[in-house]
Nanobody, 113 residues
Framework: QVQLVESGGGLVQAGGSLRLSCTMS????????MGWYRQAPGKQRELVAT???????NYAESVKGRFTISRDYAKRMVYLQMNSLKPEDTAVYYC???????WGQGTQVTVSS
């Protein structure tokens, strides 16, 4: 069964850091553009960052300079390092494999002020 599983969410104070991880089991990890999206209560899901099969990264303006996306082909994992977290970063974060049209179950990130 092809699936994405996220981990690493939690509660952190403003200014703190978290690292999210997503593993892809089955399927073709290397050909997928992998992404992180987030959805806050009452808001639409939005793009946070993507990384192509070639390793090119793209970020939402709101997280540039604070978040870093990376991938490990051998481990079939994608990461989101989040630094200088703000209360407005609070959301459920979802991992996405674009070509495989897969979403993870989501992991909650809560940033307290």
């Amino acid at each position: 069964q092809v699936q994405l599983v996220e981990s690493g969410g939690g509660l952190v104070q403003a200014g703190g850091s978290l690292r999210l991880s997503c593993t892809m089991s089955g399927g073709f990890f290397s050909i997928n553009t992998m992404g992180w999206y987030r959805q806050a209560p009452g808001k639409q899901r939005e793009l946070v960052a993507t990384i192509t099969s070639g390793g090119s990264a793209n970020y939402a303006e709101s997280v540039k300079g604070r978040f870093t996306i990376s991938r490990d082909y051998a481990k079939r994992m994608v990461y989101l390092q989040m630094n200088s977290l703000k209360p407005e970063d609070t959301a459920v974060y979802y991992c996405n494999a674009e070509r495989s049209r897969l979403w993870g179950q989501g992991t909650q990130v809560t940033v307290s002020s």
